[in-house]
């Protein structure tokens, strides 16, 4: 029972590390792009689309307060962040439903601790899930049933700016 018990913590502790480790990777970022996964020729058929679901997550950004960057302002910052939407479509043989893996990642660049010097690109926040929608129903997918995801990313987004704010704001106290 101890066993178990101690496991149970360091899974919960490591979880919350990396959770906090990815909302820290958002703090001082202006904004972020949005780039969209080529959707499957055969789900597109059905009715999903990438202008679709680029909609759906620009407009949930942009309803939360978090800036769209163009092309050209996210080469020019930094860590050229974005938001990258990858929706992995299979349907199901001989039925009309789809099986969907949804996944979001903040890509950026980063730099090695022992050689700062060096960039590279890496994922520091990430969220996927599954999703079972019928064949008539996923056109709504976009808009439906990637919102939870987006709207996760962008509370974790909101979390750093309010830290921000509210360290600024002590600062002029």
């Known amino acids: 029972m101890a066993i178990v018990m101690t496991l149970t913590y360091l899974h919960v502790s490591t979880a919350q590390a990396e959770i906090y480790g ?9 904004g972020v792009s949005v780039a969209i ?26 309803s ?3 800036r769209i960057l163009t092309n050209s302002e996210r080469i020019t910052t930094p860590s050229k962040p974005y ?3 990858n929706i992995i479509p ?20 980063v730099s090695l601790v022992h050689r700062p010097q060096h960039t590279m690109l890496a994922t520091t926040w990430q969220i996927a899930y599954a999703v079972q ?13 990637i919102e939870p995801a987006i709207e996760d990313f962008a509370n974790d ?8 704010a509210l360290l ?3 600062q002029y106290l």
Not at 22 to 30: M, V
Not at 134 to 140: A, F, I, T, W
Not at 157 to 164: A, E, S
């Open 90 to 109: 299979v349907k199901s043989k001989g039925m009309s439903s789809y099986a969907l893996s949804v996944s979001v990642y903040l890509r950026q660049y």
């Open 64 to 66: 939360s307060g978090i």
């Open 83 to 85: 938001l990258y939407v």
């Open 22 to 30: 990815q909302i820290e990777s958002l703090r001082w970022l202006p």
């Open 157 to 164: 987004f909101l979390t750093v700016i309010r830290d921000r």
């Open 37 to 62: 996964a080529t959707i499957d020729p055969e789900a597109r058929a059905d009715g999903l689309s990438e202008e679709a679901v680029r909609t759906a997550v620009e407009l949930i950004l942009r």
């Open 168 to 170: 600024l704001y002590k």
């Open 133 to 145: 929608a019928g064949s008539e129903r996923l056109e709504e997918l976009a808009s439906h049933d």
